[in-house]
């Protein structure tokens, strides 16, 4: 079905179009499901800072000095559903780790975090 889907058209020039159709697609769907099952997306707007304040506590507070890079650190998605924060996550750790070991290092960093 998704494949039917013309994303270009949704998307409006927006890359992140996509986070945003679950929830906006049961508003018109079926509103009375996407309350009761609490299906609403974080944007990234709120997203991006309260990532970087995780990263930083880890860092300061925490002794893991890769952040959310670390390879102890396990990671939990609070608003499971649309992935916005597993994705902000994901790209936090492969911008850090590309600048700091390059571009050739994040399919590692990032195939071996662990998310629940």
Do not use: C
Request: charged content about 25%.
């Amino acid at each position: 079905m998704l494949d039917a889907v013309d994303w270009h058209a949704i998307a409006k020039g927006k890359a992140d179009a996509w986070l945003y159709f679950y929830e906006d697609f049961l508003a018109v769907y079926d509103n009375a499901l996407r309350k009761l099952t609490g299906s609403y997306y974080t944007p990234p707007e709120v997203v991006e800072p309260m990532i970087r304040l995780v990263d930083d506590v880890l860092r300061t507070h925490f002794d893991r000095s890769a952040g959310l890079a670390s390879p102890d650190v396990t990671l939990a998605d609070p608003a499971v559903g649309t992935g916005t924060f597993i994705l902000g996550i994901l790209r936090r750790i492969a911008a850090d780790v590309e600048a700091d070991q390059g571009e050739g290092a994040v399919p590692q960093a990032i195939g071996r975090q662990s998310i629940g």
